[in-house]
């Protein structure tokens, strides 16, 4: 099976954390690029981070500093530490992975794609 399963959200107090988890099956998350997207009621899906095979980080301007991509290679699984969260960043979560030849925040350069985890954040 090729799949993913997210994990990990929940409600929280702004200013709180959680750290969601992916669980890949079928392939290698170090062999592809991994993603965590978002989408919010009535708003499109939106990069969040992503991993490249090699290991290079890349966040979204409004997560930077407050959320870390990684990966446990021997779990093959993906991570998403979520710090100092605050009620805009209510939205389902989502983990994608792709192999193309260059790695982005787009969503239409991903065609795998897990069916969610609910963050939901409360002042």
């Known amino acids: 099976q090729v799949q993913l399963v997210e994990s990990g959200g929940g409600s929280v107090q702004a200013g709180g954390s959680l750290r969601l988890s992916c669980a890949a099956s079928?392939?290698?998350?170090?062999?592809?690029?991994m993603g965590w997207f978002r989408q919010a009621p009535g708003k499109g899906r939106e990069g969040v981070a992503l991993?490249?095979?090699?290991?290079?980080?890349v966040y979204a301007d409004s997560v930077k500093g407050r959320f870390t991509i990684s990966r446990d290679n021997a779990r093959n699984t993906l991570y998403l530490q979520l710090n100092s969260l605050n009620p805009a960043d209510t939205a389902m979560y989502y983990c994608?992975?792709?192999?193309?030849?260059?790695?982005?925040?787009?969503?239409?350069?991903?065609?795998?794609w897990g069916q969610g985890t609910q963050v939901t954040v409360s002042s």
């Open positions: 079928g392939f290698s998350v170090d062999r592809e690029c």
């Open positions: 991993l490249t095979g090699g290991g290079t980080a």
């Open positions: 994608a992975a792709d192999s193309r030849w260059y790695c982005s925040l787009r969503r239409e350069d991903y065609r795998l």
